[in-house]
C-alpha cells in the first residue's frame, strides 16, 4: 500500500440510506484502500437532517413531544441499522450504547430548546449535526466488519471554521494542520477514518455546521488539506448529464468535465454537487469524480482542471425553475443615473440572491431573476426605494413574473467559438420558442436565457438535440455508461 495516495470518498445520504447501502459504501471503500489510504466522509443517513430541523423547529414552541418523538424514532432507526449491520457482539453492544447518548444529547438539546422556547443558530447547528455523528459511527463499524480498522473521526477536530453558525467557512491553514496531526497517524497505521461530513468548529470548539448540502464541501476541504490524489463523491446518480434526464430521456453522462463548467453546472440546476464544494480543490487540481454507490461498476464524471480534451463546446443544457423576473421599467428611466444601483441595492437589503440581470441599451427596463422564496420581501424593498420615482412617473412599474424559468447553455470551451449564440437562438426560433431576456457572462461558460415555465421542457430538448449531445463528442466518450468500464 503506498502510503502517498490517498483518496477521500465522501457517501451522500442516500448512499448510506440504510444497513444494505452501508455495507455496500463499505465494501467500496475496502476495495479502494488495497492500493490507498482512504478518508471516508458521510453525510447522515437519508432524511435524517430534515427530522433534525423539525424536531428543532417544533421545540421552540415550547412542546417537548414531537422532539423527543422524532429523537426516539432516530434512535430506533439507527439501532435497527446496527442490528442488520453488525454481527460481533461485543462491537454491537458498544455501538448501540454510544448512539444512546448521541440520542439522549439531542434530546436534551431539544428540551432545553421547549424549556427557553429560543432556537438559537448554534444550538440548531449542535441539533442538527447528530444526524452525521450517527452515520460516521455506523460506517466505521461496518468496516470493521469487513476485518478493515474503521475508525470514526469528528469533524470538529479536523475542520477548523469561521463562527458563522449554518453557513461557516473553512480556515484552511488550520485546517490542514490539524486534518494532517489528527488523519496521517491513522493512515500510518492503516486505520480507515470516517469522518463526520457537514460539520466542523471554530478555533475555539464552537461546533459550526457548513450550510445544507455540505458534506461535499467537506470532503475536499478535507482533500486540500490532505494534499489526497483524488476525492470521490458517491451518490445515487452516474455522475454530471448533458440534461436533466426528467426533461431529456435521452442525457448521456458526462466522462470528463473542467471545474469551471461543474460550478456553472451545479450552480444552475444540476443538483448533483453542493455549489462550493470545488473551491478548495481546483487551486490544487486535486480530480473530483461523481460515481454512483448503487451501481460501483460504472465510470461516472471526472472533474478537472482542463476537462474532457474534445473540440465540443457546449457540454450540458440546464434549468432553473422556481425562479422570478422581476422588472423595474419605465420611459422616465431613460438616461437616468443611479436606477440600477438604487435596484440592486434593494435587493441586497432583501438578501436575495440575483441569478440574471439583464438590461437593454434602449435603458426602458432593467430585469433580474431571483428565486420565488425571495420574491414578496425583494418587491417591498423596491417598492420603498422607489417610492419617489414611482410617484413621479420617472418608474412607472415593478412588476413579477413567476411563471419562468431560466434555461443555460454550458461549456468552458464555448469560449471564443463564434455562433454557439447564433445557433441557440435559431433553434429556439425555429421551434417557435419566445425569448423573454438573455444573458451571457462574460467569462462565456454559460449563455442564459430565460422562457416562460410551460415551455421549459422543450426548450432544454431542442437545444440538447440542435448541439447533438445525445450522441458521444469523441471515441474517449463512446462508450455507453453501463459498459465504460470494460474499456478503461
Ligand atoms: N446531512 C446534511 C444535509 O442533509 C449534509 C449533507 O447531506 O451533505 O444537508
Ligand atoms: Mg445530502
Known amino acids: 500500500m503506498t502510503r502517498e495516495t490517498i483518496r477521500v470518498m465522501k457517501f451522500g445520504g442516500t448512499s448510506v440510506g440504510d444497513a444494505a447501502c452501508i455495507r455496500r459504501a463499505a465494501e467500496i471503500v475496502a476495495a479502494a484502500s488495497s492500493d490507498a489510504a482512504v478518508v471516508a466522509v458521510v453525510s447522515a443517513m437519508g432524511g435524517?437532517?430534515?427530522?433534525?430541523?423539525?424536531?428543532?423547529?417544533?421545540?421552540?414552541t415550547g412542546d417537548r413531544g414531537p422532539g423527543v418523538e422524532i429523537a426516539e424514532a432516530l434512535g430506533k432507526q439507527h439501532r435497527a441499522t446496527i442490528e442488520d449491520l453488525v454481527s460481533n457482539d461485543d462491537r454491537r453492544a458498544k455501538l448501540v450504547a454510544e448512539i444512546e447518548k448521541i440520542i439522549e444529547h439531542v434530546t436534551g438539546l431539544c428540551y432545553g430548546?421547549?424549556?427557553?422556547?429560543?432556537?438559537?443558530?448554534?444550538?440548531?447547528?449542535?441539533?442538527?449535526s447528530t444526524g452525521e455523528r450517527l452515520s460516521a459511527r455506523l460506517l466505521a463499524s461496518a468496516l470493521?466488519?469487513?476485518?478493515?480498522?474503521?475508525?470514526?473521526?469528528?469533524?470538529?477536530?479536523?475542520?477548523?471554521?469561521?463562527?458563522?453558525?449554518?453557513?461557516?467557512?473553512?480556515?484552511?491553514?488550520?485546517?490542514?494542520?490539524?486534518?494532517?496531526?489528527?488523519?496521517?497517524?491513522?493512515?500510518?497505521?492503516?486505520?480507515?477514518?470516517?469522518?463526520?461530513?457537514?460539520?466542523?468548529?471554530?478555533?475555539?470548539?464552537?461546533?459550526?455546521?457548513?450550510g445544507r448540502g455540505g458534506s461535499d464541501y467537506s470532503a475536499t476541504i478535507l482533500g486540500a488539506a490532505l494534499d489526497a490524489t483524488e476525492v470521490i463523491i458517491w451518490t445515487d446518480v452516474d455522475g454530471v448529464l448533458t440534461a436533466d434526464p426528467r426533461l431529456v430521456p435521452e442525457a448521456r453522462t458526462l466522462r470528463e468535465i473542467s471545474y469551471n463548467?461543474?460550478?456553472?453546472?451545479?450552480?444552475?440546476?444540476?443538483?448533483?454537487?453542493?455549489?462550493?464544494?470545488?473551491?478548495?480543490?481546483?487551486?490544487?487540481?486535486?480530480?473530483?469524480?461523481?460515481r454512483n454507490s448503487f451501481a460501483p461498476e460504472r465510470p461516472g464524471t471526472k472533474i478537472t482542471a482542463t476537462g474532457h480534451p474534445t473540440a465540443?463546446?457546449?457540454?450540458?443544457?440546464?434549468?432553473?425553475?422556481?425562479?422570478?423576473?422581476?422588472?423595474?421599467?419605465?420611459?422616465?428611466?431613460?438616461?437616468?443615473?443611479?436606477?440600477?444601483?438604487?435596484?440592486?441595492?434593494?435587493?441586497a437589503d432583501a438578501q436575495a440572491n440575483i441569478l440574471l440581470i439583464?438590461?437593454?441599451?434602449?435603458?426602458?427596463?432593467?430585469?433580474?431573476?431571483?428565486?420565488?422564496?425571495?420574491?414578496?420581501r425583494t418587491v417591498e424593498k423596491l417598492r420603498e426605494a422607489f417610492a419617489f420615482a414611482l410617484a413621479h412617473?420617472?418608474?412607472?412599474?415593478?412588476?413579477?413574473?413567476?411563471?419562468?424559468?431560466?434555461?443555460?447553455?454550458?461549456?468552458?470551451?464555448?469560449?471564443?467559438?463564434?455562433?454557439?449564440?447564433?445557433?441557440?437562438?435559431?433553434?429556439?426560433?425555429?421551434?417557435?420558442?419566445?425569448?423573454?431576456?438573455?444573458?451571457?457572462?462574460?467569462?462565456?461558460?454559460?449563455?442564459?436565457?430565460?422562457?416562460?415555465?410551460?415551455?421549459?421542457?422543450?426548450?432544454?430538448?431542442?437545444?440538447?438535440?440542435?448541439?447533438?449531445?445525445?450522441?458521444?463528442?469523441?471515441?474517449?466518450?463512446?462508450?455507453?455508461?453501463?459498459t465504460a468500464v470494460a474499456s478503461l
Open 48 to 60: 435524517v437532517t430534515n427530522r433534525l430541523i423539525e424536531a428543532a423547529q417544533s421545540s421552540v
Open 113 to 128: 430548546t421547549a424549556l427557553l422556547r429560543e432556537l438559537t443558530p448554534r444550538v440548531l447547528d449542535e441539533i442538527v
Open 144 to 210: 470493521c466488519e469487513l476485518g478493515l480498522k474503521g475508525v470514526a473521526v469528528e469533524a470538529t477536530e479536523l475542520i477548523v471554521t469561521d463562527n458563522a453558525s449554518g453557513r461557516a467557512e473553512p480556515l484552511m491553514a488550520q485546517t490542514r494542520e490539524r486534518a494532517t496531526v489528527r488523519l496521517l497517524p491513522l493512515l500510518e497505521g492503516d486505520s480507515v477514518p470516517v469522518v463526520t461530513g457537514f460539520i466542523g468548529a471554530t478555533a475555539g470548539g464552537m461546533l459550526t455546521t457548513l
Open 261 to 290: 463548467e461543474a460550478a456553472e453546472l451545479a450552480y444552475f440546476g444540476a443538483k448533483v454537487l453542493h455549489p462550493k464544494t470545488l473551491r478548495p480543490v481546483s487551486e490544487a487540481g486535486i480530480p473530483v469524480w461523481i
Open 312 to 347: 465540443r463546446g457546449v457540454k450540458a443544457i440546464t434549468a432553473i425553475s422556481g425562479v422570478s423576473l422581476i422588472t423595474v421599467g419605465g420611459r422616465g428611466m431613460v438616461g437616468l443615473p443611479g436606477v440600477a444601483g438604487k435596484t440592486f441595492t434593494a435587493v
Open 358 to 376: 439583464s438590461q437593454s441599451s434602449s435603458e426602458n427596463d432593467i430585469c433580474f431573476i431571483i428565486n420565488s422564496e425571495d420574491e414578496t
Open 393 to 482: 412617473h420617472e418608474v412607472e412599474h415593478i412588476t413579477v413574473n413567476p411563471e419562468i424559468a431560466i434555461v443555460a447553455v454550458v461549456g468552458e470551451r464555448m469560449r471564443g467559438m463564434v455562433g454557439i449564440a447564433g445557433r441557440t437562438f435559431s433553434a429556439l426560433g425555429r421551434r417557435g420558442i419566445n425569448i423573454i431576456a438573455i444573458a451571457q457572462g462574460s467569462s462565456e461558460y454559460n449563455v442564459s436565457f430565460v422562457v416562460e415555465a410551460s415551455i421549459v421542457r422543450d426548450a432544454v430538448q431542442t437545444l440538447h438535440n440542435e448541439f447533438g449531445l445525445q450522441r458521444p463528442a469523441s471515441r474517449f466518450e463512446s462508450v455507453p455508461s453501463e
